[in-house]
């Protein structure tokens, strides 16, 4: 018996050191009033960043602790939060790739049928987007892509050094792609009449194992490009290049882009989770008057049931995704809090390299929206909503099984003066 108990002794801290996994650190985020003394901060935990705002409202403080702090006697705290990572779902980026045509400008794909579809050339006759800068929070952008040069306005980085990305778990998915990869006739039909070139499977193959993040921003800029054709667009990068991001970043992005001139921006991601610092930086745009829009997501989910953020979030324009028969996209989510939804199969938009990809997803009728907003806007008119949606496409008899959940179907030229 007693040689059996040094075995049992080894036998149980084995168990102990496998069974149970040691306290791991994470982050959380404090608002604090504009007068805080941050360096008191620091017996809580370990100051990570700290972030301030234009505005004296926004201050947060990014904190590294071992358990959560109670922070009831301290008046100075407004709010405190862990900090989500979150990352994107890995689907394919696209249902086709190809090239440009050999002859085209660098807009040639805005002519093709799901822009045709919204009257998108009718209306850049009234309204071009001139003096309105898009905000896109995003992943990095090809800034050398053809479809997005003379459409750049300076941006910021979030991602490097001190940016803010952390690593916590979390199972939100972010940036939308959609694995919907089939192609309707009118698209292959706009694509052989272009002249654009297939790149076949042996030079193709390589494009959809690259990462998550690789061809989304490209792909959302260059839709607001080709909507709004003299807008400018201000890339925010908030997504690595593997897709990760977290509330916080989110956040942080957002209140740079409204601090720093964006009159309206692009959100095409989305989480479960809602998030205080989220919430405080939408409404600090809404404030700040500016407009506001975000994809629905791709789960085929009501939103009542399945709410997703920041579309969810009151006084963002959420966008549902459609095709070319005015149908929801199998994929798209739907619920009585969309308030529009605009072409999301098989749109044409840039992608790395001078490529293009037929991309699927509400991440890409967002864009579509916001182009629009922008047209809007370069009007004088600043809340845009009433305008896109007044001359909208009730598109209920097309989809009785969603009346009131999809929102109506931008016309762009109905909603330009």
């Not at 009033?33 to 201050?59: K, T």
């Not at 654009?196 to 921003?217: C, E, I, T």
Request: proline letters at 6%.
């Amino acid at each position: 018996m007693k040689r059996l108990r040094p075995l049992l002794g080894f036998v149980l801290l084995l168990f102990s050191v496998f069974s149970f996994p040691a306290f791991a650190d994470f982050d959380i985020v404090l608002s604090l009033p504009p007068n805080a003394n941050v360096p008191d901060l620091s017996g809580y935990g370990v100051i990570q960043d700290v972030f301030r705002s234009s505005d004296p409202d926004v201050l947060w403080v990014q904190l590294r602790v071992s358990v959560l702090p109670n922070f009831s006697s301290n008046s100075n705290v407004r709010f405190s939060e862990q900090i989500r990572l979150t990352t994107l779902p890995s689907n394919p980026h696209a249902g086709c790739w190809v090239t440009a045509p050999l002859t085209a400008d660098a807009s040639w794909y805005k002519t093709q049928p799901s822009f045709r579809l919204i009257n998108l050339d009718n209306a850049l006759r009234y309204a071009t987007g001139r003096g309105v800068a898009v905000a896109v929070i995003d992943s990095l952008m090809d800034y050398s892509h053809p479809a997005l040069a003379g459409h750049l306005t300076s941006g910021r980085d979030f991602t490097g050094p001190g940016g803010g990305i952390i690593l916590n778990d979390s199972s939100a998915g972010y940036l939308d792609d959609s694995s919907a990869g089939y192609l309707d006739q009118a698209t292959i039909t706009y694509l052989n009449d272009s002249s654009a070139g297939y790149l076949d499977d042996s030079s193709a193959g390589y494009l959809d194992s690259q990462p998550r993040a690789w061809s989304h921003a490209t792909s959302v800029g260059s839709i607001i490009a080709a909507i709004a054709t003299d807008a400018m667009i201000m890339p925010v990068v908030a997504f690595g290049p593997n897709g990760s991001s977290d509330t916080l970043t989110i956040a942080k992005a957002i209140i740079w882009a409204v601090d720093n001139g964006a009159q309206v921006i692009n959100m095409s991601f989305g989480t479960e989770d809602t998030s205080k610092v989220m919430q405080k930086a939408i409404t600090y745009a809404l404030d700040h008057s500016v407009t506001l829009v975000a994809s629905a997501g791709n789960n085929n989910t009501s939103l009542t049931s399945v709410p997703q953020y920041p579309a969810a979030y009151s006084g963002v324009i959420s966008t549902a995704a459609t095709n070319l028969r005015d149908v929801k996209a199998s994929f798209s989510n739907y619920g009585p809090t969309i308030v529009m939804d605009a072409p999301g199969v098989n749109i044409i938009s840039a992608a790395p390299g001078n490529l293009y990809g037929c991309m699927s997803g509400t991440s890409f009728s967002a864009p579509i929206i916001a182009g629009t907003a922008a047209l809007v806007r370069s009007e004088g008119v600043t809340s845009v909503t009433q305008p896109i949606t007044s001359g909208a496409i009730n598109i209920d008899a097309q989809n009785p099984a969603y009346t009131g959940q999809l929102g109506k179907r931008v016309d762009v030229r109905n909603s330009v003066n």
